[in-house]
T-cell receptor
Framework: RKEVEQDPGPFNVPEGATVAFNCTYS??????FFWYRQDCRKEPKLLMS???SGNEDGRFTAQLNRASQYISLLIRDSKLSDSATYLCVVNANDYKLSFGAGTTVTVRA | DVKVTQSSRYLVKRTGEKVFLECVQDMDHENMFWYRQDPGLGLRLIYFSYDVKMKEKGDIPEGYSVSREKKERFSLILESASTNQTSMYLC???????????FGQGTRLTVV
């Protein structure tokens, strides 16, 4: 079983729509969780950290469910510029960050 | 502002060549990482380092080695490049363990 699993998508949504997707992780001892955004042929960039039960940053909301071992990302009022691949990242031990393969979101006009 | 710089954006090397990928960070971060990213496989950890001259194997270290002689610099070495090492290589650093990592712009290596 992979340490971090994501629905690859793609999620195709119109501008202004809300889109949400999940990520599951296998290590119940995981402590830190992150969402990264990666544009085509570019490096991943930190979108937000998820350290407690969840947090919000503008149109983006991340939720953590430790009991079921998943985190989610919700994007409200989608913009064309939100089109990207979203990577779920979990800290499975002290040093190693484990990455999901990514969820692709395409926002259409 | 956090800055991680990789020496090359694109490289083309021949099979059997020794290849050096360089990475420099200017944030005084303790930890540095080398990942490779392939379609459908996501990012896979090759090696990481948590201190100068310290290194640890990641998930796919075979065919690679690393060097960290100075805190700000982490080098990835392909001892004898092979075509299955054609990939995007991403260097990252983090301040301490368990926190977010910041990435360089990536090196797209093609081995022919």
């Amino acid at each position: 079983r992979k340490e971090v699993e994501q629905d690859p998508g793609p999620f195709n949504v119109p501008e202004g729509a809300t889109v949400a997707f999940n990520c599951t992780y296998s290590n119940s001892a995981s402590q830190s969780f992150f969402w990264y955004r990666q544009d085509c042929r570019k490096e991943p960039k930190l979108l937000m950290s998820v350290y407690s039960s969840g947090n919000e940053d503008g149109r983006f909301t991340a939720q953590l469910n430790r009991a079921s071992q998943y985190i989610s990302l919700l994007i409200r009022d989608s913009k064309l510029s939100d089109s990207a691949t979203y990577l779920c990242v979990v800290n499975a031990n002290d040093y190693k960050l484990s990455f999901g393969a990514g969820t692709t979101v395409t926002v259409r006009a | 502002d956090v800055k991680v710089t990789q020496s090359s954006r694109y490289l083309v090397k021949r099979t059997g060549e020794k290849v050096f990928l360089e990475c420099v960070q200017d944030m005084d971060h303790e930890n540095m990482f080398w990942y490779r990213q392939d379609p459908g496989l996501g990012l896979r950890l090759i090696y990481f380092s948590y201190d100068v001259k310290m290194k640890e194997k990641g998930d796919i270290p075979e065919g690679y080695s690393v060097s960290r002689e100075k805190k700000e610099r982490f080098s990835l070495i392909l001892e004898s490049a092979s075509t299955n090492q054609t990939s995007m290589y991403l260097c990252a650093s983090s301040l301490v363990r368990g926190v977010e990592a910041f990435f360089g712009q990536g090196t797209r290596l093609t081995v022919v």
